[in-house]
């Protein structure tokens, strides 16, 4: 508004000057200098009038807009205090879950040292050929406890007999055998679980798949099972670990075929759990099968008792019988002729006794 008052006295003063200029400067400068001042008081009656309206004008919106602004700065006020405490409760709640997680990463930054020297203390040991015998016999020991098995009820332990010393020795119905191994080889399944390259990785399994198959014919020609006639005709070959057991399926499936037909049977921790149930089934079934084979004899010998018992009893019945004739009889017809000739035999008494009494009576008189 400022500006345009501005412009306006500028452009009525240019217009005075212009008509001096037209008048061919002809007036005389106090004429012109009058004219001027005259115009721009006019122009500055007329501006400071704009500027007092417009000023007023400004008062007055720039006090509802000061309430109004109040008003949001109040507003607004509470919310940076409510957006100040959650903040603030973020920050609280952030420090305690860091805490939370960096104890936690500690945690399982120490589990992880744990476990890396557990793995390399294992790894350490599986490289012993001992090493790995006894802890295939230690994870056998753990599957045939948790089955409930028993050594030297259901089972034995490195006992010697004609073709070797088998690990374990399962006792079956009808005096039967089944004999285990627990011995596996790991020299190059572990190399290979430590190669970086492809190609050393293909190496290491190739070697370790050739010195399965080496101990499966090695295994086979011990013959626990030829010409023995109390032995299953199969071995059991125990992994004592279920990713070994997995690897040797993914790479070469043969090598389980192989293996049976050299009357061999891959078992892994689980798969021994389930063969084992299969025995322990067995063995109940054999027992149950003899009980009721013993049951069906005692049934058959009671049959023949029974019969006996029942061809007696008639017998016995039949004589009852012509033993109750014969006592009807006695107690009827014989008991009624004795009875009769009783009868006789005291009519002749008394007849005999009155002839006595008589002859008496006689000799009184006679006396």
Known sequence: MVGIIVGAAVAAVAAVAGVAIVRG?????????????????ELMTTGKALMDAERELANKELEGRSGVIGEQL??????????????????????????????????????????????????????????RGQWG???????????????????????AIEAGVPDFTFFLPDGLVLHMDV???????????????????????????????????????????DGVDDTVDCVLLF?????????????????LDDALGQKLVFCSPLTLYAVLAVVRQAVDNFRVERTSNEILGRLSAFAKQWNLFVEKMEKLDRSLTTARRDFDEL???????????????????QARDLDAGDGEATLALEA
């Open 74 to 131: 109040a507003a607004l006020s509470g919310e940076l205090h409510r957006v100040t405490s959650l903040v603030g409760e973020l920050e609280a709640d952030r420090a305690e879950k860091f805490g939370e997680l960096s104890g936690a990463l500690e945690a399982q930054r120490q589990n992880m040292a744990i476990l890396a020297e557990t793995t390399q203390g294992l790894r350490q040991a599986l490289s012993s050929t001992k090493a």
């Open 25 to 41: 400067r002809r007036t005389a400068a106090d004429t012109v200098s009058v004219e001027m001042r005259r115009a721009v008081e």
């Open 331 to 349: 107690t009827t017809t014989r008991r009624r002729g004795v009875e009769r000739e009783l009868d006789k035999i005291e009519d002749l008494r």
């Open 239 to 255: 992994i004592p670990n279920e990713a070994l057991y997995s690897f040797i399926h993914e790479q070469d499936r043969t090598i």
């Open 137 to 159: 016999e230690r994870m056998a020991d753990d599957v045939l406890r948790l089955h409930g098995f028993r050594e030297g009820l259901n089972y034995r332990k490195q006992k």
């Open 183 to 225: 011995k596996f080889p790991l020299d190059n399944y572990l190399r290979y679980l430590e190669c970086d390259s492809e190609i050393e990785q293909r190496r290491a399994r190739d070697d370790f798949l050739r010195d399965v198959r080496t101990h499966v014919k090695t295994l086979a020609a011990r013959g626990y099972c």
